[in-house]
């Protein structure tokens, strides 16, 4: 066989009969619509529907967060998209107003600069003519801004500042798209405009969604009408109680309309729901307490123990320290049976403290606090015994935080009654705070006695202080005690409280006294019991 006439190889001969994909694709097509015609025409049809809807629902659904006008495109009246749409016109009449309150801000400024010119221009024009006189400059001089009538009134100011700040867009709507950013603001002179473009977006949402919360605020956001504003805002938090902004404008509405029981309504479920926001809220729910019927709203919602009681009642401390709403407060709150437990009251009694850099007022709000049977156990100095468990209150034993020690009452052995205070010692530095109470020993004289055991090992032992709580040298000290290994030794110094009123409280503590790092090495125990504070006879003529 000559080479031009040798057949092809079998490669060759595969691929030359193999048909393409394409044209087997197109081929089985044809050969199913003409054996089958009407089913193919069936799943065609049903092919287009599923395309139809993909487009109109799954696909807006997709692109209505980040591209809402695409997708209002595929579906005119798709709610997302909408509400998408509505936010970004939000955030640029937010943006206008803004500029309009700036602009407002700026006239302001130059009418005052330019009064405050013509004030400081009057006396000169005057005296370079001869006709001097007090009347043309009180004239000339700018009205002093009224101050506010009370403490509630500026508070109240206060507070409306904070809501204002609530509303921007960054602050309530973290998840509002991005677009708008890119947006340049519009004048204010289109406000109108775009009140009327966002009533209509939220139209169109709450015919499309009426649940949808979002839309209900929006249309009190856009509404002139302050009813109709405050029966949207209420139909948006009846739909979401985490609308927040909406949940704060009724707040703030029934302040201004002295509606307190609907600000702990609306308080409460700020509360519950929006737990970053809890210093505003409780702002309001401070300013409450200023006034009788605020208080009583307060009342009637603390004593049914809301989530958030302990939350406002520890708050106070921080808010009010300085003034007696607190104490009307938790006198309502005893009254009604339910007085404020030593967690509530605790707070509020150091920042009283703090704040008036005296116990006196703190000290006569613990003792309203107390049931009557036990203001007949406070002594000047409480708990000296050791037969109450510390607590967190000043006028009590505190237990302080230590490192490589430990604080504790236990009983007494033998037959001896009572407890005693035992410190007991790790080996190793020892880092031991104060144990400490506040106390009000009158001005003169004392002398402070105990026992202590034990064995303590250090260069350094354990004193007993008693300091005026204002301030100055200690008014009696003790000696340093390390414990008596076998039995129980007596111990005592003498106190002088000065008749002064940086005197009129004092801080009677226990302390390691360790002067450097190297002294704070100890280990074994020390106890103390049979405290006692008693005063010494006045002196002969000249003592």
Request: net charge neutral.
């Amino acid at each position: 066989m000559s080479e031009g006439s040798r057949p092809p190889s079998p490669r060759r001969r595969r691929s030359a009969r193999a048909p393409r994909p394409r044209r087997v694709w197109l081929r089985t097509l044809r050969l199913a619509v003409a054996v089958h015609p009407w089913r193919c025409a069936g799943i065609g049809a049903g092919v287009l529907v599923l395309l139809a809807l993909i487009a109109t629902t799954s696909l807006p659904m997709a692109l209505a967060e980040r591209h809402p006008s695409l997708a209002l495109a595929l579906h005119p009246d798709h709610p997302r998209a909408l509400l998408a749409l509505a936010q970004e016109e939000r955030a640029r009449l937010t943006a206008a107003m803004a500029q309009k309150e700036e602009e407002a801000v700026a006239r302001a400024e130059e009418a005052a600069s330019a009064a405050a010119a013509t004030a400081a221009a009057a006396p000169a024009e005057t005296a370079a003519s001869g006709d001097g006189g007090a009347g043309g400059d009180e004239a000339a001089a700018p009205p002093a801004p009224p101050a506010p009538a009370n403490d509630a009134d500026a508070l109240a100011r206060q507070e409306r500042e904070h809501a204002a700040s609530l509303t921007t867009p960054e602050a309530t709507e973290p998840d509002a798209p991005e677009a708008a950013d890119s947006v340049p603001p519009p004048a204010p002179e289109d406000l109108p405009a775009l009140r009327a473009a966002l009533s209509d977006l939220a139209a169109r949402i709450r015919a499309r969604a009426p649940l949808d919360a979002t839309a209900w605020r929006l249309k009190g956001d856009t509404s002139d009408d302050l009813a109709a504003a405050r029966q949207a805002m209420t139909e948006a938090v009846a739909r979401s109680r985490r609308e927040t902004v909406a949940a704060f404008w009724l707040m703030h509405q029934d302040y201004e309309r002295r509606d307190y029981a609907g600000v702990v309504r609306l308080a409460d479920v700020l509360l519950r729901t929006r737990p970053a926001l809890d210093e505003y809220t409780l702002s309001y729910l401070s300013s409450l307490s200023l006034t009788p019927e605020g208080r009583a709203a307060l009342v009637t919602a603390l004593i049914e123990n809301p989530s958030w009681r302990g939350l406002f009642l520890r708050s106070m401390g921080s808010k009010l320290a300085a003034s007696d709403a607190p104490l009307a407060l938790f006198q309502a709150l005893k009254d009604a049976g339910s007085p404020p437990s030593e967690a509530e009251l605790v707070p509020l009694l150091r920042a009283r403290i703090a704040a008036e850099k005296r116990a006196g007022g703190a000290y006569n709000i613990w003792l309203q606090m107390l049931p009557e049977d036990e203001v007949l156990k406070v002594r000047p100095v409480n708990n000296l015994d050791f037969a109450q468990d510390p607590s967190s209150l000043p006028f009590n034993w505190s237990l302080p935080r230590s490192v490589n020690a430990f604080i504790d009452f236990q009983r007494a052995s033998g037959d001896d009654a009572g407890r005693v205070l035992r410190i007991r010692f790790g080996v190793g530095r020892v880092r031991l705070g104060s144990l400490e109470q506040i106390t009000f020993l009158r001005p003169g004289s004392y002398r402070f006695s105990g026992e202590q055991k034990g064995l303590m090992s250090s260069k350094r032992g354990m004193v007993w202080q008693v300091l005026c709580a204002g301030g100055g040298p200690p008014a009696g000290q003790s000696s340093q005690l390390l414990g008596a290994p076998r039995s129980w030794r007596p111990f005592s110094f003498d106190i002088t409280i000065p008749n002064n009123s940086r005197c009129d409280s004092q801080r009677l503590r226990l302390i390691h006294d360790s002067r450097s790092t190297s002294e704070q090495f100890a280990s074994g125990e020390i106890q103390f019991q049979s405290l006692q504070i008693t005063p010494l006879e006045p002196a002969a003529s000249g003592g």
